[in-house]
Every structure is written in structure tokens, then in C-alpha cells.
T-cell receptor
Framework: AQTVTQSQPEMSVQEAETVTLSCTYD???????LFWYKQPPSRQMILVIR??????QNATENRFSVNFQKAAKSFSLKISDSQLGDAAMYFC??????????????FGEGTQLTVNP | DGGITQSPKYLFRKEGQNVTLSCEQN?????MYWYRQDPGQGLRLIYY???????QKGDIAEGYSVSREKKESFPLTVTSAQKNPTAFYLC?????????FGQGTRLTVV
């Protein structure tokens, strides 16, 4: 079974600065997807960024980028130019590429990000 | 607008009672999921369904039941056998890679 671990329960960053959230995972599969989801106080889950394991290039979405290290099974999220609206709980998630897995997501425990003005 | 609708937003249940949480989607997605969220534990999968009239247990299915009679609907019943049902429940659907989530139901046992 796959597991996802987020070792930072809480992080804080000053507005306009950069912060990196860590995520490690364990799997025996070679093809899979990784995601970062954001959950603001409204509790709506919002997809921030995704990475396909077969792609060597790190995904980027505006101020959000990832550092995907497949051999190390590491998938960190970097938020640049942090904004007050980035304050939220962030979840790392894993999804197998196998059709038999049912497209289910396995989540980490989450990291609560605070942005200080 | 297309999306996933969960109702109600807040639900209170007396101990020993069954309660059903609603999840409806108009995205035409085949797959639907129920997750439970507790503080410090992330989201855990309760049940999922890849197609109408078929569903599978997730990691914490004990005390829960589901049905999938229509593509659009995937209701979750929290039975009296669930020992600690107070939690936040999220429904999701997916097509291909990305999953979309509803806004959740907060269930409290009183």
C-alpha cells in the first residue's frame, strides 16, 4: 500500500517571501501522479498543482512549483511571493496510474500554512 | 454550473441513529468517492465507486454503507455501528486524473 507523509504540521512565512512544504511518499509502482491540494478555511479542496511521475520536468503553476525527486520519493511544494490568500491547509496526495486502483487518492496528514503580513 | 453538491452542510445525529449524507454531481464523472477528515489525519478513503451499481471499500469502511444506483448520486450512510462518527466528510468525483471535491458535510453526534 502507498503512504504519504508530511512531516511539517505547521509552517509560517512572511508575505512576499518564499516557503517550501515537504512531502515524501512510499510506493513500489513506477507510474503514478502526485498532487498538492489547498484547503482554505472554507474547507473546499482546491487543486494547486500536479505532477506525472513519468515526466522529469518539475510542474509549475504561476507562483507554485514542485521539486519532484523520484528516486528519493520526495515531492515538495514551493510557494513564491507568498500572499495572504495562500494561508490554508496543504495536502500532498498520491494516485496510482493503474486502472485497477480506482483512481483513489492517498493523502498526507497536511501542513497548516500561516502567512504573516 | 457543473459541480459536486453535498448536503446538508451541517448534520447532527443522536447516538444509535443512522444518518445519510447526500452527494450529487453533474459533471458526468464515472468515479465517485467518500473521504473522512479528522484533525491531524488528513483525508481517509471510506468507499469509492467506479461505475453505477458497483462500489468498493476503502481504508475505513467499517460502520458505513453506500449505494450507487445513479451515475449522479453516491449517498453515504453512517450507521450506528460507526463508533466515532463525528468528523468532516468530503465527497469527490473524478474523470481520468483529476478529482473534484464537494464542500463537505460536518457530522456531529450529540
Amino acid at each position: 500500500a502507498q503512504t504519504v507523509t508530511q512531516s511539517q504540521p505547521e509552517m509560517s512565512v512572511q508575505e512576499a517571501e518564499t516557503v517550501t512544504l515537504s512531502c515524501t511518499y512510499d510506493t513500489s509502482e513506477s507510474d503514478y501522479y502526485l498532487f498538492w491540494y489547498k484547503q482554505p478555511p472554507s474547507r473546499q479542496m482546491i487543486l494547486v498543482i500536479r505532477q506525472e511521475a513519468y515526466k522529469q520536468q518539475n510542474a509549475t503553476e504561476n507562483r507554485f512549483s514542485v521539486n519532484f525527486q523520484k528516486a528519493a520519493k520526495s515531492f515538495s511544494l514551493k510557494i513564491s511571493d507568498s500572499q495572504l490568500g495562500d494561508a490554508a491547509m496543504y495536502f500532498c496526495a498520491y494516485r496510482s496510474a493503474l486502472e485497477t486502483s480506482g483512481s483513489r487518492l492517498t493523502f498526507g496528514e497536511g501542513t497548516q500554512l500561516t502567512v504573516n503580513p | 454550473d457543473g459541480g459536486i453538491t453535498q448536503s446538508p452542510k451541517y448534520l447532527f445525529r443522536k447516538e444509535g441513529q443512522n444518518v445519510t449524507l447526500s452527494c450529487e454531481q453533474n459533471l458526468n464523472h464515472d468515479a465517485m468517492y467518500w473521504y473522512r477528515q479528522d484533525p491531524g489525519q488528513g483525508l481517509r478513503l471510506i468507499y469509492y465507486s467506479q461505475i453505477v451499481n458497483d462500489f468498493q471499500k476503502g481504508d475505513i469502511a467499517e460502520g458505513y454503507s453506500v449505494s450507487r444506483e445513479k451515475k449522479e448520486s453516491f449517498p453515504l450512510t453512517v450507521t450506528s455501528a460507526q463508533k466515532n462518527p463525528t468528523a468532516f466528510y468530503l465527497c469527490a468525483s473524478s474523470i481520468r486524473v483529476e478529482a473534484f471535491f464537494g464542500q463537505g458535510t460536518r457530522l456531529t453526534v450529540v
